[in-house]
């Protein structure tokens, strides 16, 4: 490495210029590289969503579909877990992998399972991953005062134009009503002329289509002749001929379509949204896997500015991801410049010189444009993992500059006489090279074990641990290259000062008097590290620290037979009281949306609320009397009200608890549900509490009695007939005046009670009867929904942690939960947030195992030996003293943020002790005592220790300061990290100076008090 250090010296400026180059690569990679809110890791899962036709019954589905495909997928063994949920029109499977699964094998492999599967006449599947799912990116709301014309608008140019966009998957629009042509039949001449629904949609299709009659031969080619009687107007449509079916024989006359129906046009869509009361469209915009956020943000907001000055219409905002990475990445930077300042202010107290100062400082914008050069190579995102690193590497990264710079300054004081200045700045540097080599190499090698950690750690963590690797090897290059030969150019020779300072006579004086007590000062550390680890019981241990957000979920649910007007109706009384409220800013809905995420479909019956509150206002307050409110508000509906910042994380269920009932008897899982749901609203420590057990919904079971019998009624004849009042017939599309419409064919009254059902009828070989008269209605409960995990049915009820002392609350539940008694057959298991917390502190724990065990066997290769290694890592021992009581002074829990500090302090404060102990081993070679060593070392090594530490801890003041801790992102990298450094960096930095030169002392003799024992045995 010394040659490195020589050969910069001698060729200053091709060294000057190489670090310009890498400076301009970096600053133009910063402009390129792509921004995101964290690193693109796919969750390892897929979604099969299987569509059945109408009427099935969710219990039939579940036997048909659900168990055969999960028996299929248990033999298989591949996949981690399977959760599958039931219902009459769908069946969705989620199966999770193991981290590090190839998706698409896993994708096509089940294919080939659902291929082999007997599945239903007019079934449907589809396989979507997480990304195609979850990567909604933005959503805002555009009203009008002239809605049609906006909705044309959207269709014709705003949403092609949009599509444009690189990066965009796709785009949703909800709000969109469309003209649809209804014909109306009346249904009483309809059966006087013996025509069927059925019967008038075969005889339209036969009129709407071109009829081939033959071909001529005409000048050696053929030309097809074909009559075009296709209908382009309403009248046509009205006056075509319909032939009722014979009877005994005889033909009966053709009716006209309009003489036995009303054709009417109407507006239609399956869903409705509003803002703030106004009708709106919301659009929704997804991005493919590696899709750029900020750029297709700032694409779309460019776009709907654009038009926004041509067209009549408003745009708001309701989630824009693209701002929130700009705001959490300028958040971080302002943190990370924040911190650079106070390092350099640091810098220049110490050296109280204006030119060593920046010389050192150079490293920070070498090494950070470095990483992020490297980054953008690799393909890497700049988010807040890899800023993270960055920032809290900051005070690290001078770390090597300081130490080199220092010493030369010292030998400019002490050699600048006698020698040349590159010679001193070689000698110097090579001096500490091997402290800062070892120190350098320990720092990195204390984030290797993350590389191997799996899961949910590993894969958020590594972008974060190679941002503080790649900044530190860079720092340490310019540390040895760099430094040295700015140094020989820029610093002056000064005339060495005689007297030594306060400080240093002070710690002279401290150091001696502990190694004259030695044992008395290490008993002493080690009764305060035995007294740290007691105040653990008194902290909170969470997996990811969080406060209340600012927005809020609300989820409204009708009964199953609500139509869109009655779930309409009810979502308009939610938005008068959310009008009503002084803590509302704005609030949009979107009406027939299903309230769960994981589905796909429009759901009439149910409407999804999105709040955003006053500045000033949080979530949590307002989660209870907002549901009381609207409970009373809404009676007929059940009402969900969440946290809306905790519905957007991603990753392990942080602070989720999740109750989970087992059994095959539903209704008892049923009672179980609610009565582990009454007991976890008791609990003030929880909110967005919310039972995913749908329970049951009335059916009506069809069937034919004696009488039927008797007339020959069978199952399928019957079917028909129902079926026909109940299923409107959708028609092919028609061209009536130049548009392209959907026609839909359905009688003039709907079944709309018990008693219009029994009163059908239903044409036999008796004639025509009463539905009543040769079938049986019977009233039978059936479930919504049935859920299943890994073959097993399932009731789950979750709810979210309100505090930061996660692990207390679920273990308080978990005792709780096993003194309620349930029904026989139910089983119970409490996980989530308890089970996460234990499975990611294991990983963490044995991540720095494996640190301390790299980092002893680097020492060893330094040093030569086993003895000084030992010592040096005794003063890892030291960091849970300060890291802890800090913790618990500012009332930060133990969280995953903290672990990955404890991690970090492995490598920072081992870095102290090495440049201490080097230079005692130094010492030692030439001649000097134990004691003397020691002393001499602590003397020379204490201005550059101090440097480093205080620099470090004045790098990650401001992260500590730090609040926003309301995303899961921001939660990663939070003060509680900086305050686990800054904690345990402290006390480990001052019980280095003193406590490691008595350890070293007590393992270490004098080689004169050895021979003297020799003597006196001999």
């Given at each position: 490495?010394?040659?490195?250090?020589?050969?910069?010296?001698?060729?200053?400026?091709?060294?000057?210029?190489?670090?310009?180059?890498?400076?301009?690569?970096?600053?133009?990679?910063?402009?390129?590289?792509?921004?995101?809110i964290?690193?693109?890791?796919?969750?390892?899962?897929l979604?099969?969503?299987?569509?059945?036709?109408?009427?099935?019954?969710?219990?039939?589905?579940?036997?048909?579909?659900?168990?055969?495909?999960?028996?299929?997928?248990?033999?298989?063994?591949?996949?981690?877990?399977?959760?599958?949920?039931?219902?009459?029109?769908?069946?969705?499977?989620?199966?999770?992998?193991?981290?590090?699964?190839?998706?698409?094998?896993?994708?096509?492999?089940?294919?080939?399972?659902?291929?082999?599967?007997?599945?239903?006449?007019?079934?449907?599947?589809?396989?979507?991953?997480?990304?195609?799912?979850?990567?909604?990116?933005?959503?805002?709301?555009?009203?009008?005062?002239?809605?049609?014309?906006?909705q044309?608008?959207?269709n014709?140019?705003?949403?092609?134009?949009?599509?444009?966009?690189?990066?965009?998957?796709?785009?949703?629009?909800?709000?969109?009503?469309?003209?649809?042509?209804?014909?109306?039949?009346?249904?009483?001449?309809?059966?006087?002329?013996?025509?069927?629904?059925?019967?008038?949609?075969?005889?339209?299709?036969?009129?709407?289509?071109?009829?081939?009659?033959?071909?001529?031969?005409?000048?050696?080619?053929?030309?097809?002749?074909?009559?075009?009687?296709?209908?382009?107007?309403?009248?046509?449509?009205?006056?075509?001929?319909?032939?009722?079916?014979?009877?005994?024989g005889?033909?009966?006359?053709?009716?006209?379509?309009?003489?036995?129906?009303?054709?009417?046009?109407?507006?239609?869509?399956g869903?409705?949204?509003?803002?703030?009361g106004?009708?709106?469209?919301?659009?929704?915009?997804?991005?493919e896997?590696?899709?750029?956020?900020?750029?297709?943000?700032?694409?779309?907001?460019?776009?709907?500015?654009?038009?926004?000055?041509?067209?009549?219409?408003?745009?708001?905002?309701?989630?824009?991801?693209?701002?929130?990475?700009?705001?959490?990445?300028?958040k971080?930077?302002?943190?990370?410049?924040?911190?650079?300042?106070?390092?350099?202010?640091?810098?220049?107290?110490?050296l109280?010189?204006?030119?060593?100062?920046?010389?050192?400082?150079?490293?920070?914008?070498v090494?950070?444009?470095?990483?992020?050069?490297?980054?953008?190579?690799?393909?890497?995102?700049?988010?807040?993992m890899?800023?993270?690193?960055?920032?809290?590497?900051?005070?690290?990264?001078?770390?090597?500059?300081?130490?080199?710079?220092?010493?030369?300054?010292?030998?400019?004081?002490?050699?600048?006489?006698?020698?040349?200045?590159?010679?001193?700045?070689?000698?110097?540097?090579?001096?500490?090279?091997?402290?800062?080599?070892?120190?350098?190499?320990?720092?990195?090698?204390?984030?290797?074990?993350?590389?191997?950690?799996?899961?949910?750690?590993g894969?958020?963590?590594?972008?974060?641990?190679?941002?503080?690797?790649?900044?530190?090897?860079?720092?340490?290059?310019?540390?040895?290259?760099?430094?040295?030969?700015?140094?020989?150019?820029?610093?002056?020779?000064?005339?060495?000062?005689?007297?030594?300072?306060?400080?240093?006579?002070?710690?002279?004086?401290?150091?001696?008097?502990?190694?004259?007590?030695?044992?008395?000062?290490?008993?002493?550390?080690?009764?305060?590290?035995?007294?740290?680890?007691?105040?653990?019981?008194?902290?909170?241990?969470?997996?990811?620290?969080?406060?209340?957000?600012?927005?809020?979920?609300i989820?409204?649910?009708?009964?199953?037979?609500?139509?869109?007007?009655?779930?309409?109706?009810?979502?308009?009384?939610?938005?008068?009281?959310?009008?009503?409220?002084?803590?509302?800013?704005?609030?949009?809905?979107?009406?027939?949306?299903?309230?769960?995420?994981?589905?796909?479909?429009?759901?009439?019956?149910?409407?999804?609320?999105?709040?955003k509150?006053?500045?000033?206002?949080?979530?949590?307050?307002?989660?209870?009397?907002?549901?009381?409110?609207?409970?009373?508000?809404?009676?007929?509906?059940?009402?969900?009200?969440?946290?809306?910042?905790?519905?957007?994380?991603?990753?392990?269920?942080?602070?989720?608890?999740?109750?989970?009932?087992?059994?095959?008897?539903?209704?008892?899982?049923?009672?179980?549900?609610?009565?582990?749901?009454?007991?976890?609203?008791?609990n003030?420590?929880l909110?967005?509490?919310?039972?995913?057990?749908?329970?049951?919904?009335?059916?009506?079971?069809?069937?034919?009695?004696?009488?039927?019998?008797?007339?020959?009624?069978?199952?399928?004849?019957?079917?028909?007939?129902?079926?026909?009042?109940?299923?409107?017939?959708?028609?092919?599309?028609?061209?009536?005046?130049?548009?392209?419409?959907?026609?839909?064919?359905?009688?003039?009254?709907?079944?709309?009670?018990?008693?219009?059902?029994?009163?059908?009828?239903?044409?036999?070989?008796?004639g025509?009867?009463?539905?009543?008269?040769?079938?049986?209605?019977?009233?039978?409960?059936?479930?919504?929904?049935?859920?299943?995990?890994?073959?097993?049915?399932?009731?789950?009820?979750?709810?979210?942690?309100?505090?930061?002392?996660?692990?207390?609350?679920?273990?308080?539940?978990?005792?709780?939960?096993k003194?309620?008694?349930?029904?026989?057959?139910?089983?119970?298991?409490?996980?989530?947030?308890?089970?996460?917390?234990?499975?990611?502190?294991?990983k963490?724990?044995?991540?720095?195992?494996?640190?301390?065990?790299?980092?002893?066997?680097?020492?060893?290769?330094?040093?030569?030996?086993?003895?000084?290694?030992?010592?040096?890592?005794?003063?890892?021992?030291?960091?849970?003293?300060?890291?802890?009581?800090?913790l618990?002074?500012?009332?930060?829990?133990?969280?995953?943020?903290?672990?990955i500090?404890?991690l970090?302090?492995?490598?920072?404060?081992?870095?102290?002790?090495?440049?201490?102990?080097?230079?005692?081993?130094?010492n030692?070679?030439?001649?000097?005592?134990?004691t003397?060593a020691?002393?001499?070392?602590?003397?020379?090594?204490?201005?550059?220790?101090?440097?480093?530490?205080?620099?470090?801890?004045?790098?990650?003041?401001?992260?500590?300061?730090?609040s926003?801790?309301?995303?899961?992102?921001?939660?990663?990298?939070?003060?509680?990290?900086?305050?686990?450094?800054?904690?345990?960096?402290?006390?480990?930095?001052?019980?280095?100076?003193?406590?490691?030169?008595?350890?070293?002392?007590?393992?270490?003799?004098?080689?004169?008090?050895?021979?003297?024992r020799?003597?006196?045995?001999?």
């Open positions: 490495m010394i040659k490195l250090t020589k050969w910069s010296l001698k060729n200053g400026i091709a060294v000057f210029l190489l670090c310009l180059l890498i400076l301009g690569g970096g600053i133009f990679s910063s402009s390129t590289i792509s921004k995101e964290m690193p693109d890791v796919t969750y390892p899962a979604f099969v969503q299987v569509t059945t036709p109408n009427g099935t019954s969710a219990e039939v589905n579940e036997e048909r579909i659900t168990k055969p495909f999960e028996e299929q997928l248990n033999a298989s063994a591949d996949a981690k877990s399977v959760i599958s949920t039931t219902s009459s029109q769908m069946i969705t499977f989620q199966i999770e992998y193991p981290y590090g699964t190839d998706l698409d094998k896993s994708s096509a492999k089940l294919e080939s399972i659902i291929n082999g599967l007997s599945l239903p006449e007019y079934t449907e599947h589809n396989i979507l991953t997480t990304d195609s799912m979850m990567n909604t990116i933005m959503q805002f709301a555009l009203t009008s005062d002239q809605p049609d014309e906006l044309m608008f959207l014709d140019t705003l949403i092609p134009e949009m599509k444009k966009t690189e990066g965009i998957a796709s785009i949703d629009v909800s709000g969109e009503s469309e003209n649809q042509w209804f014909i109306q039949v009346d249904e009483k001449k309809a059966r006087d002329n013996g025509l069927t629904l059925q019967a008038i949609r075969e005889a339209l299709d036969m009129r709407n289509k071109d009829v081939s009659i033959g071909a001529i031969e005409s000048e050696g080619n053929t030309i097809p002749i074909s009559l075009n009687r296709q209908i382009h107007t309403v009248e046509e449509l009205k006056k075509t001929k319909i032939t009722p079916p014979a009877t005994l005889t033909p009966a006359a053709p009716v006209e379509l309009g003489e036995i129906a009303e054709i009417e046009m109407k507006k239609e869509g869903d409705l949204s509003r803002y703030n106004d009708k709106a469209f919301v659009i929704n915009v997804t991005k896997k590696g899709g750029n956020t900020v750029e297709i943000t700032k694409a779309v907001d460019k776009l709907l500015n654009q038009y926004e000055k041509q067209e009549n219409y408003e745009v708001f905002s309701i989630m824009n991801f693209g701002n929130e990475i700009e705001t959490s990445i300028s971080l930077v302002k943190e990370g410049l924040f911190g650079a300042l106070f390092t350099v202010i640091v810098i220049a107290l110490f109280r010189s204006f030119r060593a100062t920046i010389i050192s400082i150079i490293s920070l914008p090494s950070i444009f470095v990483t992020i050069f490297i980054f953008e190579k690799m393909g890497y995102s700049l988010n807040v890899t800023l993270g690193g960055l920032a809290v590497a900051i005070g690290r990264i001078v770390d090597d500059s300081i130490v080199v710079i220092e010493n030369i300054d010292r030998w400019l004081k002490e050699q600048g006489g006698q020698l040349a200045k590159k010679e001193i700045a070689r000698k110097a540097t090579q001096e500490v090279m091997k402290a800062i080599a070892s120190s350098t190499l320990v720092t990195c090698i204390v984030f290797l074990p993350i590389v191997f950690v799996s899961g949910f750690t894969e958020q963590f590594r972008p974060f641990s190679l941002a503080v690797v790649f900044s530190i090897l860079a720092s340490f290059f310019v540390a040895i290259m760099l430094i040295p030969m700015l140094s020989s150019v820029f610093l002056k020779v000064k005339p060495k000062k005689e007297e030594e300072g306060k400080t240093i006579r002070l710690y002279e004086k401290t150091l001696r008097g502990a190694l004259r007590r030695k044992w008395l000062v290490i008993i002493a550390s080690l009764l305060l590290l035995v007294g740290s680890f007691a105040l653990v019981p008194m902290m909170g241990f969470s997996l990811m620290p969080s406060e209340s957000g600012t927005s809020l979920k989820g409204m649910k009708l009964p199953a037979s609500s139509e869109i007007d009655d779930t309409n109706t009810a979502s308009e009384k939610v938005e008068s009281y959310l009008e009503s409220r002084k803590e509302v800013d704005y609030s949009s809905v979107q009406v027939g949306q299903s309230i769960d995420p994981m589905s796909m479909q429009s759901t009439e019956n149910q409407a999804i609320f999105i709040v509150l006053k500045e000033g206002y949080k979530a949590d307050a307002l989660l209870k009397p907002f549901k009381k409110d609207l409970e009373n508000k809404v009676t007929t509906a059940e009402i969900t009200v969440e946290d809306y910042s905790a519905t957007m994380g991603s990753g392990p269920a942080g602070n989720i608890v999740n109750v989970e009932l087992y059994g095959d008897n539903f209704v008892a899982l049923e009672k179980a549900s609610k009565l582990v749901e009454d007991r976890l609203k008791e003030d420590q909110k967005n509490i919310k039972n995913e057990m749908t329970g049951a919904r009335t059916k009506w079971e069809v069937e034919i009695n004696d009488e039927g019998r008797k007339a020959n009624v069978d199952g399928t004849q019957l079917m028909a007939a129902i079926q026909e009042r109940l299923v409107p017939v959708q028609l092919m599309d028609y061209e009536l005046k130049d548009e392209t419409y959907h026609l839909t064919l359905e009688y003039d009254k709907k079944v709309a009670n018990k008693e219009d059902l029994l009163n059908l009828k239903v044409l036999t070989m008796n025509e009867k009463a539905l009543k008269d040769i079938a049986e209605l019977k009233e039978v409960k059936t479930p919504v929904e049935i859920k299943h995990e890994d073959g097993q049915a399932l009731a789950k009820v979750t709810a979210t942690v309100k505090g930061q002392n996660v692990l207390e609350v679920t273990q308080k539940i978990e005792k709780e939960m003194e309620l008694s349930f029904e026989d057959g139910v089983t119970l298991k409490t996980g989530g947030a308890n089970e996460e917390i234990n499975q990611e502190f294991s963490m724990i044995m991540a720095m195992l494996m640190a301390i065990g790299l980092v002893f066997i680097v020492l060893c290769a330094t040093f030569q030996g086993i003895v000084t290694p030992i010592v040096i890592l005794t003063s890892i021992l030291f960091v849970p003293i300060g890291s802890f009581g800090l618990l002074l500012t009332g930060q829990p133990l969280s995953l943020s903290s672990m500090g404890l970090m302090l492995i490598g920072v404060v081992v870095t102290n002790a090495v440049v201490l102990l080097d230079r005692v081993e130094t030692r070679k030439n001649g000097m005592d134990v003397e020691l002393v001499e070392a602590g003397k020379v090594r204490l201005r550059p220790i101090v440097m480093t530490a205080v620099a470090t801890i004045c790098a990650l003041i401001p992260l500590a300061l730090s926003d801790t309301e995303s899961v992102s921001a939660a990663l990298i939070s003060k509680g990290l900086a305050i686990t450094v800054i904690g345990g960096l402290t006390t480990s930095t001052l019980l280095t100076l003193i406590v490691i030169p008595s350890i070293y002392k007590a393992v270490r003799r004098d080689r004169k008090n050895v021979m003297r020799g003597r006196k045995t001999a």
